[in-house]
């Protein structure tokens, strides 16, 4: 099969779709005329014109709102935050107003948008453009949270997001926009809310999601080369979380470790040790172990970073502690 | 004020009917106030609850000037648009009540009335958050090639809310076929307009967006539906956005916990005097439109609804305890964490 970037993969997925249903646009800051910040977008506007490929002002509260006004009325946006850090201002509009609409109006409107762009660190950039929301998101009923690891899952899955009728947030990562995998040409759809066994195993079972599932497998190979067989759970969707198919894997390992880019407290993390704990208790041979970021901003100074920031390192570690 | 002027030179352009369905409207929506504030009183309307006393003029003048695929969105303050546009008033009552029966199957309430049938787009209680989405209806009807617009009331106390300012960008750039109407009502909750910012002439602050910008005597229903009229032919001839600032007042307090004692009682008579109901009355008179007596029969007509609608709501049964994990998502068998 043939290889294209992450940004690639999601620009595929966004273009098919629009030729299909000319209800879909984009909308955000940069998305036209620049091509993307990131250059998902790039050559959109010239495929599709300026009524469907929407250049923003720097209002993401405004035009939030008006992305869920339009998906009340009829149409499917696709509204890109340059980065989910830049959401918080528009927070209100998708809580309050997106993940709501469909309840308070007893059925009446439901609301088919896709919120996507990148989340979580992407290099030295400091506190501000360093977070993970995913938790936050997933957190709120009404909404539906997706964050592919790779170029494949992200255009099956954006596919997927578009055509839902509910309100999708779609997370990104700049550092994964590059990366280049197999993905088919045309159509094709991975249902939201199911996860994936990304390397399949028998002692110890590594639950994560989007970029730094690569810390998960990265872990894996390590431990392999001394004879633990870890199996490496992909959630990809945080809302709805599969939970069958970790306890599934927590039956066959009896060990879990969780690998999320987030805070700790109530985290991801946090959610699938309850469950765990709650209906696979037997299970467990160990105390479930978790790497998280540390619990505090990430500072812009490499040698902090490497402090905050889960590693291979901090993985295994984890893992030796639950294989005891 | 200029298109004042003009109101008064024009007015007597509308028909008998309209004065009729204007009286017959605004009767309505004051009558089901009245008697949703006494039902709060006797808690059997719970949570909070807007009144739109005093505020009639501004439903009813802008319904006789649109078109009945134009989309509404609104605040809160809820009950008043969807009775002007034709919503049963009995699912109305059956929200305040909670019931199954009421416009949102009782998960609104009173703040959040939405009828689709009607194109009512909700009521909405983040003071603000409406803005946004009323330029973003408007926006699908653009994009689709509509001529229908999007009319989107906001009170006075949203127009200091960053949603507002955004909005009104976007809208004004984009030209979207989208009616901005803040209802200055002098106060939010217990804040009056000049306690909020040095630009207190509202209909200004769309100026800053080279947007038409308009004050309008909303105690007149007639003054309001010219207002409105002009707005939707510019909207629907892709002129975009209008900014009306429709002077009102509400007679009650904010919700049904405040006593108001932040302004004066002679204020609330000088605004009465204006009354948007008894102008319409005596112009139905003075144009010999109607009898003392067909008023009065419009009266008991509007006072029979009313009854027939609490009656609706007492009748109803509540939500079944089911219905909870319903309409959270479109996609039927969402999987809830439920334990
Ligand atoms: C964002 C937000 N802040 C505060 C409130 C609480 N609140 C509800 S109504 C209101 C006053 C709004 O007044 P105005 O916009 O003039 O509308 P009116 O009630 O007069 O119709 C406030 C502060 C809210 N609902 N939303
Ligand atoms: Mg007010």
Known sequence: ?324 | MANLKETTKTKNKFTKETYLFWYEKMQLMRKFEEKAGQLYGQQKIKGFCHLYIGQEACAAGAATALTKDDKWITAYRDHGIPLALGSDPGAVMAELYGKITGSSKGKGGSMHIFDKSVNFLGGHGIVGGQIPLGAGIAFAEKYKGTKNLCICFMGDGAVRQGSFHETLNMAMLWKLPVIFVIENNGYAMGTSVKRTSNVIELYTLGESYDMPSFPVDAMSVEAVHIAVEEAAERARSGQGPTLLEFRTYRYKGHSMSDPAKYRTKEEVEEYKMKDPIEQVKRKLMELKYATQEQIEAIDLTVKETVEAAVRFAEESPFPDPSEAFKDVYAEEGYPFIDE
């Open chain 1, 1 to 324: 099969m043939r290889e294209i970037q992450f940004r690639e993969a999601l620009r595929e997925a966004m273009v098919e779709e629009m030729r299909r249903d000319k209800n879909v646009f984009l909308m955000g800051e940069e998305v036209a005329e620049y091509n993307g910040a990131y250059k998902v977008s790039q050559g959109m506007l010239d495929e599709f014109g300026p009524d469907r490929v929407i250049d923003t002002p720097i209002a993401e509260l405004g035009f939030a709102g008006i992305g869920i006004g339009a998906a009340m009325n009829g149409l499917r946006p696709i509204v890109e935050f340059m980065t989910f850090n830049f959401s918080l201002v528009a927070i209100d509009q998708i809580i309050n107003g997106a993940a709501k609409m469909m309840y308070m109006s007893g059925g009446q409107y439901n609301v088919p948008i896709v919120f996507r762009g990148p989340t979580g660190n992407a290099g030295q950039l400091s506190s501000q453009h360093s977070q993970n929301f995913e938790n936050w998101y997933a957190n709120c009923p009404g909404l539906k949270v997706v964050v592919p690891s790779n170029p494949y899952d992200a255009k099956g899955l954006l596919i997927s997001s578009i055509r839902d009728n509910d309100p999708v947030i779609f997370m990104e990562s700049e550092l994964m926009y590059g990366d280049k995998g197999p993905v088919p040409e045309g159509e094709y759809l991975i249902p939201i809310g199911v996860a994936d066994i990304k390397r399949a195993g028998t002692d110890v079972t590594l639950v994560s999601f989007g970029k730094i599932l690569k810390v998960a497998m990265a872990a894996a190979a390590e431990l392999e080369k001394e004879g633990i067989s870890a199996e490496v759970v992909d959630l990809r969707t945080v809302r709805p979380i599969d939970y069958k198919a970790v306890v599934e894997s927590v039956k066959k390992t009896n060990r879990l470790v969780i690998v999320e880019e987030a805070w700790p407290l109530a985290s991801i993390s946090s959610e699938i040790a309850y469950h765990v704990q709650r209906y696979a208790f037997d299970y467990l041979d160990a105390p479930i172990q978790r790497v998280t970021s540390k619990d505090l901003p990430l500072p812009y100074a490499p040698t902090l970073i490497e402090v905050i920031l889960p590693n291979v390192k901090r993985t295994l570690q984890a893992v030796k502690t639950v294989m005891l």
